[in-house]
Structures are given as C-alpha cells and as structure tokens.
C-alpha cells in the first residue's frame, strides 16, 4: 500500500508518498492547480503504482474550498481519497517533533504519515449526494446570515422613516408579506397618508379587516414623527427587494435539499427523531458524511465540538467548558434540535428537567441534551434504526 499525503495551496499543491514500512517513495512533488497540474499527479501515482506493483490510497487537508476539485478529480479516477480536518493534521504532527517547523514539502509528508495510521475503509467511499447535500447547507447558511443583515437594515429604516409602525403592526409582524407590499408602494408616511383607501385595502389582501386597517393606517402616516427623507425611503425599498430575492433562494435550496433528503435512508432514520426536521436533520448528515467514519459517539461529539476540555496532571483532575472544536455547522444543528427535541419528546423534556434540578445553568443543560441527542443519532445511524422514544432511558 502506497500512502499520499497531499498539502493543499490556492495555486498549486505539494505531495509525499510512503509505503507500508514508513519509508519515503517520493519526498516532494510539486503539481499546479490546474488541469495540467492534475495530470501531472495522476500520471506519477500510475507509474508509482505500476513500479511498485501496490495500491495507492491518498488524503489531504480540508483547506478551506481549495481541496475540493482535486479530491473530485482523484475520487473520479477511482483513487481511495479522503479529505482531513486540519486541526488533526495539526494535533498529529505535534505527536512527531518538538520542532516548530512548518513548511508545505513537511506538511505533505505529515499527512501521508497520519493517513498510514489509518485504515478505515469506509472513510474513502465518495458519496455525491452527501456532498452536494454541505455545498447546499453551506450556502442556504450564508444567505440566510445575509437576509438577517438585511431584516436588521430594515427595521432600522422603519425606525427612521415610520417609528409608529411597529407598535401598530407589531414587531414580529413586520416582515409579513403585505406589509412589504405595503412599504414598497408607500415607503414614507408622506405618500402613505395621501393614498387612496381602495388601494390600501387591495394591499391588506392577508389582513382580516382590510377596510378599518387601510383607514387607521392614513391616520398613523399623518401624524407620524418620522424623517422625511427620499434617500431612505429608496434603501427601505430596495432593501425589501433584496430580502424577497434572498427568500427566493432560500427557498429555491429547500427544494434541493428536500430532493435529496428524500433519497437517502440515513434522512429518514435522522427525522424520525423528534424534533429534527429536514432543515437540520441536512445539516447533520451532511457534516457526518458517513457515520463509519466514527468509532464511538464520543468521536462524534468531538468532531462536534461538544466534548468538555480536560485537564489532569498530578492529583488534579478538572474539566472545562466545551472545545468548540470541529465543524461549526454540526454543533448548531445539534444544539437547535436539542431545544426542538427536548420540547417535544417527553425523555428528553425529562432528562433536561433533571438536569435544571441539579441547578445547572440553562445553557449547560442543553449541552448535556446536545450530547445526549449526539448519542442517539450515532447508535440510530450505525444500526439502521428508527427513532423510537419507548426504548429511550
């Protein structure tokens, strides 16, 4: 067996290769990131395979967005590839010198040198829809984290332009679809309060008494405080055109995720928890991936971020606040459905009762949910199971 470590760059990519013994086949190989840097590698890893008549298996670095077409590259031309969270590359290689040198040619050979150590099988099996499934996650997060940018823009334009508006609708009602009906056609209380009452009503088309609210807003408009400024009311209407696009496409990644939730087995055994819904239960296989890349729950939890840090030496012994280490998205999704879950499944409700009683703060609480939660998807997804809450304890 052949072992390829890959140290991952924007413009080109460095390579080491090891065998079965730990001796180094090829030191250094440096490849641009480029179809004809791809072929480059793809040509030496044939006559490396054919010299040395042995398989080849190749990892690198989940670096940022930058390993990506080449793991798909190698994936498509039937290499065993797998991509590694940087962080364990970087707590492995401390384990191999005390020296504090860092360079791309060091790196490469570093990463073949973990990937030897390890010989999961399962971690190397290229799942398309898993993928498609994080790229889908990833961008619907930074969209949504864009519209809530954007909602926040647009209360503080209704601050300036129509303070009133707000205690009248209500807050949480303000971003309803006819009231931004309502602000695009009439983004001051200037042009609110001259508008025809046939028209306002035909706006209030989701409100029930259309006729009485359309009268009770021209009075609110007239005498309103707020600012009249035209540049204002020009953002307050281009920042609810913006919010609709983002809902647009929000809605449009629904629909993808949906499709292919709706072709996985592990989605089905993922939602039949309570609480998790296709919206987290996508986040949370998409960032396992594949759940035999996991030994234990506790794996899970750490690859989470959830598990508390640790530290003993001598007769001391303390644990501390979790490491937050891992994937980000995975441990938001695992905190959402911990409060979805231990609203809605009476187990749950009762072990996050418990815990309150023992007087720990809410938030520490739900840790202890979150990994309880982590424990129950591991053991589901691993025996293909269904969530069941009478075999809870």
Request: aromatic fraction near 8%; charged fraction near 20%.
């Amino acid at each position: 067996m052949l072992f390829v470590g890959i140290d991952v760059a924007k413009s080109h990519h460095d390579v080491a290769v090891l065998d079965d013994n730990g001796l180094v086949v090829l030191r250094h190989l440096r490849i641009l990131n480029s179809r004809q840097g791809f072929a480059t590698l793809h040509q030496s890893l044939i006559q490396l395979s054919a010299d040395t008549n042995d398989d080849i298996r190749i990892a690198m670095e989940a670096t940022g967005h930058y390993h990506l077409n080449l793991l798909l590259f190698l994936q498509a031309n039937a290499y065993p590839t797998f991509a590694y969270n940087p962080f364990l590359i970087k707590e492995f290689a401390r384990t191999l010198t005390l020296r504090k040198t860092k360079t791309d040619k060091a790196d490469a050979l570093t990463i073949a040198k973990k990937l030897a150590t390890d010989l999961s099988s399962d971690r190397f099996k290229p799942n398309f829809n898993m993928q498609e499934l994080k790229f889908l996650t990833h961008h619907r997060n930074r969209l949504t984290d864009s519209r809530s940018k954007l909602k926040t823009q647009y209360i503080r334009l209704l601050d300036i332009l129509f303070p009133e508006l707000a205690c009248f609708i209500g807050k949480t009602n303000l971003h309803y679809q006819y009231v931004y009906d309502l602000l695009t056609k009439y983004p001051s209380p200037a042009k609110l309060s001259r508008a025809h009452t046939n028209a306002l009503v035909k706006l209030l088309h989701n409100h029930g008494n259309r006729l009485d609210m359309a009268q009770q807003l021209k009075v609110l408009a007239k005498q309103s405080i707020g600012l009249s400024s035209p540049a204002n009311a020009l953002e307050l209407v281009q920042t609810i055109s913006v919010i609709r696009l983002y809902d647009e496409q929000i809605n449009a990644i629904d629909q993808e995720i949906a499709q292919i939730m709706n072709s996985l087995d592990e989605a089905a055994i993922v939602t039949s928890i309570t609480g998790i819904s296709n919206r987290l239960g996508s986040v949370i296989l998409a960032e396992i991936n594949h759940i035999n890349n996991f030994q234990s729950p506790d794996q899970l939890l750490a690859f989470a971020g959830l598990e508390p840090s640790v530290y003993q030496s001598g007769q001391m012994n303390a644990t501390g606040k979790i490491v937050k280490r891992g994937s980000t998205s995975l441990r938001w999704a695992l905190c959402q459905a911990a409060e979805y879950a231990s609203h809605w499944s009476p187990t749950l409700r009762q072990y996050r009762q418990k815990k309150l009683d023992e007087g720990k703060h809410y938030y520490v609480v739900m840790t202890h949910v979150a990994k309880k939660l982590v424990r129950i998807i591991y053991y589901l997804l691993k025996h293909h199971q269904y969530y069941d809450e009478s075999k809870l304890i």
